[in-house]
């Protein structure tokens, strides 16, 4: 911990993100404990693709294999059900709060594993790596100010000097719409939602990694990359916080 983030944790006493518990001054996560152990069982949940935990699982939804995209990257299990599960109650906290640190550990969580898919992939292929997001609603951002998807992408891009782009911007549908929608009806809306940034300088040979806090349908993230298509780009892959088991 750098000395600066102590004598700051000494005035203002840093709190857990998710339920708000008094941290250590010298924690070194922005998380209590307790969230972390909760949040540990999300991650070891097998998958039932792959046999492997959540955060060496790769295994893409269905709905995105045919699209061209190779690999997924997540930590946790998510149950969208369950408002009381520790990666719903994270996902939910992310939407409220840009903490830096809580961003930047989570892109530490995920920088090893992404890191190995995205060097396996490019030299397999010959692609260059670049870093995009989902696009939240313009009524998502103007209500909190930022944009989680983005944050999470930046401190991942930070991480791994890898760049980010904003490869598409969102157009119309607010993300109540889209919530309001079946899995079904959200597929078919999806593709009015976004449209291309036509100057972010992707094309062919890149690989577009698309980050997003949680994937449910997957229907965000396949629009981003039909619309990104347009630029060229064939290869993609997903990198999230937490997936819909
Ligand atoms: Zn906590
Ligand atoms: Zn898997």
Redesign the pocket.
């Known amino acids: 911990m750098k000395f600066s983030a102590y004598i700051r944790n000494l005035f203002f006493p840093p709190r857990c993100a998710i339920c708000g518990k008094m941290l250590g001054i010298a924690s070194g996560s922005p998380l209590c404990i307790d969230c972390q152990y909760e949040l540990s069982k999300e991650s070891a949940r097998l ?1 039932k ?2 046999g ?1 935990d959540q955060s060496s ?3 893409l939804l269905p709905v995105l294999k045919p699209e061209g995209f190779l690999f997924h990257v997540k930590l946790y299990g998510y149950s969208a059900t369950d408002r009381r599960s520790p990666a719903n109650r994270l996902v939910y906290k992310m939407k409220s709060s840009q903490r830096s640190e809580l961003y930047d550990d989570l892109a530490c969580k995920l920088e090893k594993n992404v890191l190995s898919a995205v060097t396996t992939e490019c030299s397999a292929r010959s692609l260059t790596p670049v870093i995009t997001y989902v696009p939240r609603s313009r009524s998502s951002v103007a209500k909190y100010g930022f944009d989680q998807a983005e944050l999470l992408a930046r401190a991942l891009s930070r991480r791994l000097s890898i760049p980010t782009v904003i490869a598409v911007k969102r157009k119309h549908l607010t993300d109540a719409e889209m919530k309001s929608l079946n899995a079904a009806g959200r597929f078919t809306a999806g593709a009015n939602a976004f449209e291309v940034n036509s100057r972010c300088g992707v094309g062919k040979n890149t690989l577009l990694i698309i980050v997003d806090d949680v994937i449910t349908s997957g229907a965000s993230v396949y629009w981003t990359a039909k619309t990104a298509s347009s630029l060229g780009v064939t290869d993609f892959a997903v990198v999230s916080v937490a997936k819909t088991y």
């Open positions: 998958c693709g792959c492997l699982c790769t295994c």
